[in-house]
C-alpha cells in the first residue's frame, strides 16, 4: 500500500514536469527498499538485485544517458560491497522464468550500457577537440584583432607590469612590444612622460572604477594627444586602451582659434537653421542689436532684427538660386532704434546639397551713412556758395544760402548760428522792399518823405501803393497804354503794375540762375480768379501769361470797368519778418522761385 501511495506521488510530479526530480526520488527510495531488504533478509539478494535493471532502465529514460551510466557505477559499487558482505552465506534458489527473464534483461542492458558508454566517450572526445580547435581559432582572432587595433591596447598585472601590448601602444614607449612584457616601461620614458605614466598607474592601481586621462606626448618632434582608459577585469588585471585624438585636438584647437576670431570681429556673424532660428550669436551681434546670445539663440530672426518685409521677400529668391546675397537692409536694435545693415548671406548645405541653415555677416553702416549724408550736405552748402559767391551781396542770396545751411545743420550750435545769420538777411531784405515801395510812393506823390525806412509803416505804404493800381476792362485784343513796363491780360482786360512792383520782379528775377523761372500766382480772396505768371529768365521775357475765373460770365464789364484795388505782397519769404510767400526748390541747376500773392478785388472808393 505504501509502495503504491509513493508511486502515484512520484507520478504525480512526473505529469506536473518535474520528471528528474521524481526520477531521483524514486531511485533514492528503490536503493533504500534494495539495502533494507538485504539487511532484513539476506536469502533475498538473489532475487532484489534483478531490481537494479528496472533502477537503470528509470535512470535511462528519466535523467539522460550520462546520468544513467553514474547511476550504473553507483550500483555496480553497491553490488559489489553486497557480494563482499554476503561472501560466507550460501543461498539456495530455484530458477524462474521472472529470473530468467530478470537476467537476460539485465544483461543486455549492461551491453547496451558499454555500447553507450563507448559512444559517449567518442562524441566528448570529439566535442573536446572541436571545443579546442574552437578556442585555438578564437585566440588567433583575438591576437589579430589586438596586433592590429586601430587603438593601443595593453593588460597589466595587479603590479602594473605589462602582460600584453600591441604595437601601437608600444609607440607611446617608442620600442618594439616584446620589450614592454614583464617591465612596467618607466625605463623607456624620459623624465617628463614618465612622471606622467607613473601618476596614471597609481591611479589606476588605487582606483577599481574605470579611470579617463588625457595624455599629450612629445613623438619625434611632434606633439600627439592620446586618450586613456582602464579596466579592471575578474582576473585582477588590467585592460588599458590608448586612442590617439592629436586630429581631432587640432580640430578643437582651430575650432577655438576661429571662434576667437568670430567674437573679436566688428561685424555680426549670425547663423540659423533653415527655418531662419538663430543658433549662433556672436559678440558683436550683441553689441548692434542689443539682444544677449542667450536671448538670440533659438528665435526666429525676423522676431529679433525685424527687418524691410519687402526687402526681404525680393532678396529670398535669390538666395536661394544663387547661394548667397548681398546688399543694404534697414532692421531694428532692441530698444527699436533703426540700424543701416550691409548684410552679406550665404546658404549652408549638406552632402546630400540639402539646406541646413544660413550664414550671415551684418555690418552696422549707420554711421557710414550720416558721413555719406554730411559729406553730401557739404557739397550741397559748397554748390551753394558757388552759385551765390557773385552775389553774396543782394540779401535774397543771403537768404536762400542760409536756408539751405540751416536744413543742412547737423548740431544746435551750428543752426543757432545760421539761425541768426539767417535773421539779419531778412531784416536787410525787408529794409531793401520798404526803400522800393517809399521810393515809388514818393515818385508817384512828388513829395519828400522824412521819416526813416525802418520807421515806415510797410502795411500803410503797401496800402497805398496798392490804391494805385487801377484794373481796366477793355474788349479782347484791346490794347491799354500805359507807361508801366509790364501789363497781365485778364480776359481781354489789363492789369496794370506798379513801378514797386514791377522793382519787386525785377529784383527777384535777378537772383534766379540762368535757366531758371519765377512763377507768381495772384488769387482773390474769394477763389473767383487766378493769376499764373512764368517768367522765363533764359528769355529774360513772360514766356507764359495765364488768367482763369471761376464764373467769367457772373463779371460784366461795368463791374470790370470799375476800379478795384489790389492789395499786394503782404510776405515776401516765410520767415520771422519776411514779407513774400515764397518757395524756392534746386533742380539739377535750374532754380525756380514760386510765389504767392493774395488778390481782393474790391469796388473802388
Known amino acids: 500500500m505504501s509502495l503504491s501511495i509513493l508511486y502515484s506521488g512520484l507520478l504525480f510530479l512526473n505529469i506536473r514536469g518535474h520528471a528528474t526530480l521524481a526520477a531521483r526520488l524514486f531511485i533514492l527510495i528503490l536503493f533504500g527498499t534494495i539495502t533494507l531488504t538485504i539487511v532484513m533478509s539476506p536469502a533475498n539478494y538473489l532475487y532484489v538485485t534483478h531490481l537494479y535493471v528496472i533502477v537503470l532502465i528509470v535512470a535511462l529514460f528519466t535523467l539522460g544517458i550520462q546520468q544513467t551510466i553514474f547511476v550504473g557505477v553507483l550500483l555496480a559499487a553497491l553490488h559489489g560491497a553486497i557480494l563482499f558482505s554476503l561472501r560466507d552465506i550460501t543461498f539456495e534458489y530455484q530458477p524462474s522464468s521472472f529470473l ?45 584583432l589586438f596586433e592590429n587595433a586601430p587603438v593601443g591596447l595593453a593588460l597589466l598585472d595587479a603590479e602594473g607590469k605589462f602582460i600584453l601590448a600591441n604595437p601601437q601602444l608600444a609607440e607611446l614607449w617608442g620600442v618594439d612590444p616584446a620589450q614592454l612584457i614583464g617591465t612596467t616601461g618607466d625605463q623607456f620614458l624620459n623624465g617628463e612622460l614618465q612622471e606622467k605614466i607613473r ?34 577585469d575578474s582576473e585582477g588585471h588590467i585592460l588599458v586602451t590608448a ?87 534697414q532692421q531694428c536694435r532692441k530698444d527699436g532704434t533703426p540700424v543701416l545693415i550691409f548684410s552679406s548671406v550665404r546658404v549652408l548645405r549638406d552632402e546630400n546639397d540639402q539646406i541646413i541653415g ?8 549707420t554711421p557710414l551713412q550720416a558721413l555719406d549724408d554730411e559729406r553730401y550736405r557739404n557739397q550741397q552748402i559748397q554748390l551753394m556758395m558757388r552759385r551765390y ?41 525787408e529794409r531793401q522792399i520798404r526803400s522800393l515801395l517809399l521810393i515809388s510812393y514818393l515818385a ?3 513829395m519828400s518823405y522824412q521819416m526813416p525806412i525802418e520807421e515806415v509803416d510797410l502795411a500803410a505804404l503797401l496800402d497805398d501803393v496798392c490804391q494805385r493800381n487801377l484794373l481796366y476792362a477793355q474788349q479782347q485784343g484791346q490794347t491799354l497804354e500805359t507807361h508801366l513796363p509790364s501789363h497781365l491780360i485778364i480776359e481781354g482786360g489789363f492789369l496794370e503794375l506798379d513801378k514797386a512792383f514791377d522793382d519787386l520782379l525785377t529784383f527777384c528775377l535777378r537772383r534766379t540762375d540762368i535757366n531758371g523761372k519765377l512763377q507768381i500766382y495772384l488769387k482773390t480772396q474769394e477763389e473767383h480768379a487766378q493769376i499764373q505768371i512764368v ?37 515776401i519769404i516765410t520767415l520771422s519778418k519776411g514779407v513774400l510767400d515764397a518757395e524756392y526748390d534746386v533742380v539739377a541747376e535750374r532754380t525756380t522761385f514760386t510765389i504767392t500773392l493774395p488778390l481782393r478785388l474790391k469796388e473802388a472808393l
Open 100 to 144: 530468467w527473464l530478470a537476467s537476460t534483461l539485465e544483461s543486455i542492458f549492461i551491453i547496451y550500457l558499454l555500447i553507450a558508454g563507448s559512444h559517449l566517450l567518442t562524441r566528448s572526445r570529439r566535442q573536446y577537440h572541436d571545443a579546442t580547435m574552437a578556442l585555438d581559432l578564437s585566440e588567433k582572432r583575438y591576437r589579430l
Open 243 to 329: 586612442r590617439e585624438v592629436t586630429s581631432r585636438k587640432i580640430n578643437e584647437q582651430i575650432l577655438a582659434q576661429k571662434a576667437r576670431l568670430v567674437e573679436m570681429v566688428s561685424n555680426a556673424i549670425i547663423e540659423t537653421d533653415a527655418n531662419f532660428c538663430v543658433t549662433s550669436w556672436n559678440a558683436a551681434a550683441e553689441k548692434i542689436y542689443g539682444y544677449t546670445a542667450e536671448e538670440a539663440i533659438g528665435k526666429r530672426l525676423s522676431e529679433l532684427v525685424g527687418g524691410n518685409s519687402e526687402s526681404v521677400k525680393d532678396s529670398l529668391p535669390t538666395l536661394l538660386k544663387y547661394g548667397q546675397w548681398s546688399g543694404e537692409v
Open 199 to 232: 601618476a596614471y598607474r597609481s591611479e589606476i592601481l588605487q582606483s577599481s572604477e574605470p579611470t579617463y586621462q588625457e595624455l599629450c606626448v612629445e613623438i619625434d618632434g611632434h606633439l600627439r594627444w592620446f586618450d586613456l582608459t582602464s579596466l579592471w
Open 535 to 571: 517768367y522765363d529768365a533764359k528769355n529774360s521775357t513772360m514766356k507764359t501769361i495765364r488768367a482763369v475765373l471761376d464764373h467769367p460770365e457772373q463779371i460784366d464789364d461795368a463791374q470790370l470797368a470799375r476800379a478795384r484795388e489790389l492789395e499786394m505782397v503782404r510776405k
Open 444 to 446: 508817384d506823390d512828388d
Open 389 to 429: 559767391s557773385r552775389n553774396l551781396r543782394d540779401p535774397l542770396a543771403a537768404i536762400m544760402l542760409n536756408v539751405h545751411m540751416l536744413q543742412s545743420a547737423t548740431d544746435d550750435a551750428m543752426r543757432q548760428s545760421v539761425a541768426e545769420s539767417l535773421q539779419r538777411s531778412v531784416e536787410h531784405f
Open 358 to 365: 544660413f550664414l550671415g555677416v551684418n555690418a552696422d553702416i
